[in-house]
Nanobody
Framework: QVQLVESGGGLVEAGGSLTLSCAASGIIIRPNTMGWYRQAPGKQRELVAG???????NYADSVKGRYTISRDNAKNLVYLQMNSLKPEDTAVYYC???????????WGQGTQVTVSS
């Protein structure tokens, strides 16, 4: 079992910044991939950014150049730095952990990010 706890969400004005954090605990297997997804009301959950144990990253086109994902393997932490936020970034953001070709796949409880115009 792996537990994921997110923090750092909140309300911010358009153009502002927020940093989300996710702490993983439990039976952590390496290599693994951790990522951030988001789900806006009435929409499907979508990948925002992912990062492997070796720090290879990928981003959704909508956030490239504005968001940065990073991780601290020693502390099992993953971060999402979000800059130049837009109202359309408003969503519940979820942390995800995957390992063993998806045999391990866990989600955090989500944290709300609201960007006002």
């Amino acid at each position: 079992q792996v537990q994921l706890v997110e923090s750092g969400g909140g309300l911010v004005e358009a153009g502002g910044s927020l940093t989300l954090s996710c702490a993983a605990s439990g039976i952590i297997i390496r290599p693994n991939t951790m990522g951030w997804y988001r789900q806006a009301p009435g929409k499907q959950r979508e990948l925002v950014a992912g990062i492997t144990t070796g720090s290879s990253t990928n981003y959704a086109d909508s956030v490239k150049g504005r968001y940065t994902i990073s991780r601290d393997n020693a502390k099992n932490l993953v971060y999402l730095q979000m800059n130049s936020l837009k109202p359309e970034d408003t969503a519940v953001y979820y942390c995800n952990y995957r390992a063993l070709a998806g045999a391990q796949n866990y989600w955090g409880q989500g944290t709300q990010v609201t960007v006002s115009s």
